[in-house]
């Protein structure tokens, strides 16, 4: 499917350029659109126990209490100018927090050379935040009367903090002695991971079924590999849009994402993996949506 994409993009890329130098940009209308749809969420990392010197999987959502069903608002932004060109940038956030009265294990992480063991037995207060923001430009390929078909290229950006409060301790990697830290502790960690821009491509069409009422769908599509970073989405989705007044819509539809992102973690001084994220949520369902244009 990506392949296809990429195809139909790079046929129509001096079609785009043509139109756009042809014709004086004017413009249409701006359309600020708002909702939400609950996620369900799967985050575990592969760490190391610091007493038996073995990796074991910690699973966010069983042992240290995050929800697993969560709210996810989302806004959307979209410039529709020159019929048949659009500009649009939507955001979505996951952000979850949690304590655990008495972590079960310990486990190790590392942060930049720094090793942080975080003690089994003790209160942990546990943060996982995670944004997806994306960028992109669309194009109607085919328009009639009552209906359009385009395709999308966006860039996607995605910002996750982790963040542990407890009885921690730290020190440098190379000073680690039989996988135990020294007697040194932090309060607390927070570890920030930004990913770079980077691409999805797109699908989307509606269709006008009678005066005010419109089947709409679009599907996306991205994959990285960068660094100790790895991850997919997937945005599927079809829904029915109403026009309540001139100005004001509401939708419904039925929505398929997915994000799944791993982050690896590894020590240079030993042979122990330290950290290896699995950070992964998705939401089949409903969603509700209300956007005005002007």
């Given at each position: 499917?990506l392949e296809l994409?990429?195809n139909m993009?790079?046929r129509?890329?001096?079609l785009?350029i043509?139109s756009l130098?042809s014709t004086?940009?004017?413009a249409?209308?701006?359309?600020?659109q708002?909702?939400?749809f609950?996620?369900?969420?799967?985050t575990?990392?592969?760490?190391?126990?610091?007493?038996?010197?073995?990796?074991f999987?910690l699973?966010?959502e069983s042992?240290l209490q995050?929800?697993?069903?969560?709210?996810?608002?989302?806004?959307?932004?979209n410039?529709?100018?020159n019929e048949?060109?659009?500009?649009?940038?939507?955001?979505k956030?996951l952000?979850r927090?949690a304590d655990?009265?008495?972590?079960a294990?310990p486990?190790q992480?590392?942060i930049n050379d720094t090793?942080y063991?975080?003690?089994?037995?003790?209160k942990?207060?546990?943060t996982?935040n995670i944004?997806v923001?994306?960028?992109g430009?669309?194009?109607d390929?085919?328009?009639?009367?009552n209906?359009?078909?385009?395709?999308?290229f966006g860039l996607?950006?995605?910002?996750i903090?982790?963040?542990f409060e407890?009885v921690?301790g730290?020190c440098?990697?190379s000073e680690?002695?039989?996988?135990?830290?020294?007697s040194?502790?932090?309060?607390?960690i927070?570890?920030?991971?930004v990913?770079?821009?980077?691409p999805?491509?797109g699908?989307?069409?509606?269709?006008?079924f009678?005066p005010?009422?419109?089947v709409?769908?679009?599907?996306?599509y991205?994959?990285?590999?960068l660094?100790?970073?790895?991850?997919e989405?997937v945005?599927i989705?079809?829904?029915?849009d109403?026009?309540?007044?001139q100005?004001w819509?509401m939708s419904?539809a039925?929505?398929?994402?997915?994000?799944?992102?791993?982050?690896?973690?590894n020590?240079?001084n030993?042979?122990?993996q330290i950290?290896?994220?699995?950070?992964?949520y998705?939401?089949i369902?409903?969603?509700l949506?209300?956007?005005?244009?002007f």
């Amino acid at each position: 499917m990506l392949e296809l994409l990429l195809n139909m993009s790079i046929r129509l890329l001096p079609l785009i350029i043509a139109s756009l130098a042809s014709t004086q940009v004017q413009a249409d209308d701006f359309t600020i659109q708002l909702g939400g749809f609950y996620s369900q969420s799967d985050t575990n990392m592969q760490v190391t126990n610091p007493v038996s010197g073995n990796n074991f999987t910690l699973d966010y959502e069983s042992d240290l209490q995050l929800a697993e069903n969560e709210f996810l608002p989302f806004i959307e932004l979209n410039y529709h100018f020159n019929e048949r060109h659009n500009i649009y940038l939507d955001w979505k956030q996951l952000h979850r927090s949690a304590d655990t009265q008495a972590l079960a294990k310990p486990f190790q992480l590392e942060i930049n050379d720094t090793i942080y063991d975080i003690k089994a037995g003790g209160k942990l207060s546990s943060t996982l935040n995670i944004d997806v923001l994306r960028l992109g430009y669309g194009y109607d390929v085919f328009q009639g009367s009552n209906y359009d078909v385009g395709l999308s290229f966006g860039l996607h950006t995605m910002f996750i903090k982790t963040g542990f409060e407890g009885v921690i301790g730290v020190c440098a990697s190379s000073e680690l002695l039989n996988n135990v830290c020294g007697s040194q502790a932090i309060p607390r960690i927070v570890d920030e991971n930004v990913t770079a821009p980077l691409p999805d491509f797109g699908i989307y069409g509606q269709y006008e079924f009678v005066p005010g009422w419109q089947v709409t769908s679009h599907a996306q599509y991205f994959y990285i590999t960068l660094n100790d970073v790895k991850g997919e989405l997937v945005d599927i989705k079809v829904g029915v849009d109403a026009q309540i007044t001139q100005n004001w819509r509401m939708s419904v539809a039925y929505n398929y994402y997915k994000v799944d992102v791993d982050i690896a973690q590894n020590s240079p001084n030993k042979d122990t993996q330290i950290a290896d994220y699995n950070i992964y949520y998705s939401f089949i369902g409903p969603m509700l949506s209300i956007s005005y244009s002007f």
